[in-house]
Nanobody, 127 residues
């Protein structure tokens, strides 16, 4: 079992930055895929990016709209996953979720590869 707790969301103006954190606890010693997803109201959940839990593979970004603006990183010593978001746009407004795979050991943009999910943190970007 893996427990995930996100933090760092909030409201910012367009062009601003936020850093989301995802603290993992439980069975964190096994290598597994970890990822960030987001879901805007009325839209399907979208993969943002992924990295392995030991940081050795990835990160990969899953949507072109965040290229050059978002960065994923993993601090192994703290068992924490980060999503640095710069130059935020109103279309980035969504609930952001951290996820961890049960067994999949490569970065993945597919939500069915993930078995553990955090509760989400809201990001709101105003124009």
């Amino acid at each position: 079992q893996v427990q995930l707790v996100e933090s760092g969301g909030g409201s910012v103006q367009a062009g601003g930055s936020l850093r989301l954190s995802c603290a993992a606890s439980g069975s964190t010693f096994s290598r597994r895929a970890m990822g960030w997803f987001r879901q805007a109201p009325g839209k399907e959940r979208e993969a943002v990016g992924s990295i392995t839990s030991d940081g050795s593979d990835g990160p990969v970004l899953c949507t072109d709209s965040v290229n050059g603006r978002f960065t994923i990183s993993k601090d192994k010593t703290k068992n924490t996953l980060y999503l640095q978001m710069n130059n935020l746009k109103p279309e980035d407004t969504a609930m952001y979720y951290c996820a961890a795979a049960r067994t999949y050991v490569r970065p993945s943009c597919l939500d069915y590869d993930y078995g553990y999910w955090g509760q989400g943190t809201q990001v709101t970007v105003s124009s």
